[in-house]
């Protein structure tokens, strides 16, 4: 499993727009994939799940990912949060 | 009688149709015995048949009204992708043996108090969006054509609200005209009536629904708000002479649409119009109108919780610099204070918000905001004619500042190869009294005025115009308010620089004379009263004006003005 901690950038938050692209990217992949705000957890692949953890602009998240893509999809979510910085 | 927020203006006399929903209240009994398995393959069609649905809607919104509505549709769309929906309502049915539908509904339920909870406005809406799907997938479950069936003939729409995809769904063609219970002028609905010309009355409350059934004739004004459901004889003979008459006018205006604003002896003016947000551009530019002489910008800023970036704003004011060619559109910047709830500005509640932290004081304290905004309109300025703006100037040193900051905007902009308007013209608004006494300063650092009358009257006549118990105090006809206007028209022409004014005054075909007399050069008003405005220059001389505006000024009551103007006009 790998586990990293991201800053989210994007104006506004993680609002449907941003929370659908990081959904596309999550159904793509091996891998399960979680998002912790705090105490609150969201499954990767759900768009509603993202959108009611209420990511605000400069919020940290933890990312958890596990399966047999891991690396690869770790790398493009890093990615992804960065390029929306 | 009913009332409601007038949100598009137009008479309108139809048969109402009320847009039912099933109603996701009606609780079935649990049933026990449910056939889970059944259940499941019900569900799943439902959710295929919802998917192909919002797929061709999302298709023929995109190629009607354009990719920024077709992207709700997206967002629906990811809704039936999502496992904690869909796959929360699958295990629902097999692990309490309910009905899909029932099932929807608890799912649905849960998202609804979810978002609706959340502090962040965005968020909040968001649960509209939950109950739209959710209402389709119920609609399909219970094999109800989702597709509401509307009558071939005009009608006038009534519901308790709208979904934004039931608005895209709307035919068009025969909409006379849309009335709701809930919601207000910024819903989706409302935006959408107003750029398409319908007349619409929302926020009515719940009598609505009460009051109003299918097939019943309705009249609907949408300049007042006002709605009579199966009206008497009489009221009904009124409106359809009102109809008629606005019909008629409507003609005589069309008639007259390609004629100059000029008088008899041949002095012209410039008729143009206010707008708030860009979506009506293009009804605007089809009614012949000269331009735009209010371009609220403040529309970017309302209802959300985030600051609209330099690339969203230049977006906005190029369609609309685009739209009208080369034709002037005057864009205000920023006009917003503690009255206005903008979660993205933060703002503090203030006890005087109107003599408060507002307009250019924002724009100047926050130098980050304004920059991105004079940034955005600069670059937009490439893509038409377009004229900057500023607000509630009372102090020469605010002008200053706000055209140091424009020209610092313009050295990064050239700095970075990025084109705009060299020349773009730069004005200010005329709504402080203190700044009308000084127009002849103002005058020489700015190429135009435009006049503000509406707060102009309130901060001349210390009325609060939202006040009811003080209404009758509130007028522009007062002749301390005739003698400001008056000044900076003549400080304006004196510095070699033109005067234009953007209250309600210069819709308000008595005021019309006055102000061409007072040597207006420029009139700006609601695009539907403008024609009326037209009427009354092209009847007249300057001539005429100049001496009908002379004897006004010497008047020293409201009423004697008043009076005065009436006897004039008749």
Redesign the interface.
């Known amino acids: 499993m790998i586990e990293f901690q991201v800053t989210v950038m994007v104006?506004?938050?993680l609002?449907?727009?941003p929370a659908?692209l990081l959904?596309n990217r999550a159904?793509q992949s091996q891998s399960k994939i979680t998002l912790n705000k705090g105490d609150k957890q969201a499954?990767g692949?759900?768009?509603?799940?993202i959108?009611?953890l209420?990511v605000?602009?400069g919020d940290h998240l933890t990312v958890q990912i596990e399966g047999s893509d891991e690396e690869h999809v770790a790398w493009a979510i890093q990615q992804m949060f960065h390029a929306s910085s | 009688m009913l009332t409601g927020i007038p949100v598009s203006h137009g008479i309108s006399i139809a048969p109402a149709v009320r847009l039912t929903h099933t109603t996701p209240t009606a609780q079935k009994p649990v049933v026990a015995s449910v056939d889970v398995a059944r259940e499941l393959v019900l569900f799943d069609q439902s959710v295929e048949q919802t998917r192909e649905q919002l797929d061709q809607l999302r298709e023929q919104t995109n190629l009607q009204l354009g990719p920024e509505k077709a992207?709700i549709l997206?967002?629906h769309l990811?809704?039936l992708?999502?496992?904690?929906?869909v796959g929360e309502m699958k295990s629902l049915i097999e692990s309490q043996s309910i009905d899909a539908a029932a099932a929807v509904e608890q799912v649905a339920d849960q998202?609804i108090s979810?978002?609706e909870s959340?502090d962040?406005d965005?968020?909040r809406e968001?649960a509209d969006d939950?109950r739209d799907v959710s209402r389709r997938l119920v609609r399909n479950l219970s094999g109800e054509d989702s597709s509401v069936y509307y009558p071939e003939e005009p009608f006038i729409l009534v519901a308790w609200d709208i979904t934004p995809s039931e608005t895209l769904q709307l035919p068009i063609q025969n909409v006379r005209g849309i009335v709701t219970a809930k919601g207000g002028a910024t819903s989706h609905a409302a935006i959408l009536a107003r750029s398409l010309g319908i007349p619409a009355v929302m926020g009515v409350g719940e009598q609505l629904m009460a009051e109003v059934d299918s097939g019943g004739l309705l009249i609907l004004d949408g300049a007042t708000g006002e709605l009579y459901n199966q009206p008497d004889r009489d009221t009904l003979s009124r409106y359809q002479e009102k109809a008629a008459l606005e019909a008629a006018e409507r003609q005589a205006y069309e008639a007259m649409r390609d004629l100059p604003a000029e008088t008899v002896d041949g002095h012209r003016v410039q008729l143009v119009a206010n707008m708030a947000v860009p979506e009506e551009a293009d009804t605007l530019v089809e009614s012949g109108i000269e331009g735009i002489g209010l371009f609220r910008s403040e529309f970017l800023f309302m209802d959300?919780?985030?600051?609209p970036?330099e690339e969203e704003q230049f977006q906005a004011y190029k369609r609309v610099a685009s739209a009208f060619g080369d034709k002037p559109v005057i864009i205000r910047t920023l006009d917003v204070g503690g009255d206005k709830h903008l979660p993205a500005l933060a703002l503090a509640q203030e006890d005087n918000p109107f003599l408060g932290f507002r307009a250019i004081r924002i724009s100047l304290a926050r130098p980050a905001l304004f920059r991105v905004q004079l940034r955005a309109l600069l670059r937009a300025s490439a893509f038409g004619q377009l004229l900057i703006m500023f607000p509630m100037i009372s102090h020469l040193e605010q002008l200053r500042e706000s055209k140091a900051m424009l020209e610092q905007a313009k050295s990064e902009l050239r700095e970075e190869g990025i084109s705009f308007d060299e020349n773009i013209t730069v004005g200010m608004m005329m709504e402080i009294p203190g700044a009308c006494l000084q127009a002849d300063a103002f005058a020489k650092e700015v190429q135009f005025f435009s006049i503000g009358t509406n707060d102009l009257v309130q901060y001349t006549l210390a009325v609060d115009r939202m006040n009811g118990e003080i209404a009758d105090l509130y007028s522009y006809y007062h002749p301390a308010v005739l003698r400001l206007i008056s000044n900076v028209i003549e400080a304006s022409h004196r510095a070699g620089i033109w005067t234009g004014l953007c209250g309600e005054m210069a819709g308000d075909p008595l005021a019309t004379k006055l102000l061409l007399g007072l040597g207006l050069d420029e009139f700006s008003g609601a695009a539907s009263v403008m024609p009326k405005v037209k009427e009354r220059i092209r009847s007249t001389t300057l001539e005429q004006a100049k001496q009908l505006a002379a004897h006004a000024l010497t008047l020293s009551t409201v009423e004697d003005v008043v009076r005065f103007l009436k006897d004039e006009t008749e």
């Open positions: 104006e506004g938050g609002h449907a727009r659908a959904v159904a499954d692949r759900s768009i509603l799940g959108m009611t209420g605000a602009q | 992207a997206s967002a990811a809704f992708e999502d496992p904690a929906f998202f979810l978002f959340m962040d965005y968020m968001r939950i959300r919780s985030s600051l970036d």
